[in-house]
């Protein structure tokens, strides 16, 4: 039996501190194709292994992507 995949946009969050010693919280977005949102999430955690990084997932959504088009020679993690 083949897995459903779909993609989920999650915004990941997590404070650090700036030149002048100020908590600034950083908010960045993954795009991320996985079985469900648990999965998503997993994936997610993974990635950040072996950072200092202490983050916490702040929102997720599923999307419906048709088609990713990439030029030629490029990598999607480039």
Known sequence: MDKTFYWF???AQWSTEDDNGKMKKI???Y???AVSPTDAESIIT???E???I???NIDMKEIN???ILV???VELND
């Open 9 to 11: 946009m999650v915004t």
């Open 27 to 29: 908010k960045e977005k």
């Open 31 to 33: 795009l991320v194709k």
């Open 46 to 48: 993974k990635d950040f």
């Open 50 to 52: 072996g950072s200092s």
């Open 54 to 56: 202490k983050f916490r």
């Open 65 to 67: 992507i048709t088609k």
């Open 71 to 73: 030029p030629e020679n």
